[in-house]
């Protein structure tokens, strides 16, 4: 596959979302431009770590811009679902942040997942062009979002199946 560029700029909206029951749950990164959109499979592990890093960035811009206003948080549970057709474009591997001090937007760069027969040229990228208050509600959404899914083991802290669970705490013994 040849590699695509696509940048949207500005977003009107942007979300993470997941679909299937717990366990088997595909997570996904929309976003979209009036009428063009974007999807994209990310994994659980990189919502969590994008949310974690987008909070110490956002600290960074604060600091260093002090008369900007705070980026809100907030989120409307209901325009946060992914909105069909779920086509992804491509399976996320990195994701990363910039910020555009002119504009005072955010950008959230992901980079497709490179094959072992691909080159690092040949890989997607979408940049999506957000203001600071939309990426932090989507990061809060999808917090939201990863932490609905199986519960936690409470000797072990591993997701438990419905089906049972091994733990290796109780010897490997299902509960």
């Known amino acids: 596959m040849a590699s695509k560029e ?9 979300l993470v979302d997941a679909i299937g029951p717990p366990g088997k749950r595909v997570f996904y990164l929309q976003g ?25 960035f956002l600290v960074e811009i604060e600091e ?8 809100k948080a907030d989120y409307d549970e209901k325009t946060m679902h992914i909105l069909p ?9 990195e994701l990363g942040l910039g910020y555009d001090e002119a504009n005072d937007q955010l ?13 690092a040229e040949e890989a997607s990228v979408v940049r999506f062009w957000c203001t600071r208050s ?15 899914g199986r519960p936690l ?3 072990c802290r591993e997701p438990m199946d419905p089906e049972g669970h091994f733990c290796p705490k109780k010897n490997g013994h299902n509960h």
């Open 32 to 56: 979209w431009q009036e009428d063009r959109t974007v999807t994209l499979i990310v994994e659980k592990f990189q919502i969590q770590s994008l949310a974690i890093g987008l909070e110490q």
């Open 85 to 93: 057709p779920v086509d992804p474009l491509f399976r996320v591997g």
């Open 153 to 155: 083991c409470p000797q």
């Open 6 to 14: 696509i940048d949207l700029q500005p977003v009107t909206h942007i």
């Open 134 to 148: 939309q990426l932090r509600a989507m990061t809060n959404w999808g917090i939201e979002v990863a932490s609905r």
């Open 64 to 71: 260093k811009f002090p008369n900007l206003p705070p980026a």
């Open 107 to 119: 950008i959230l760069v992901a980079r497709e997942l490179i094959g072992e027969d691909q080159s």
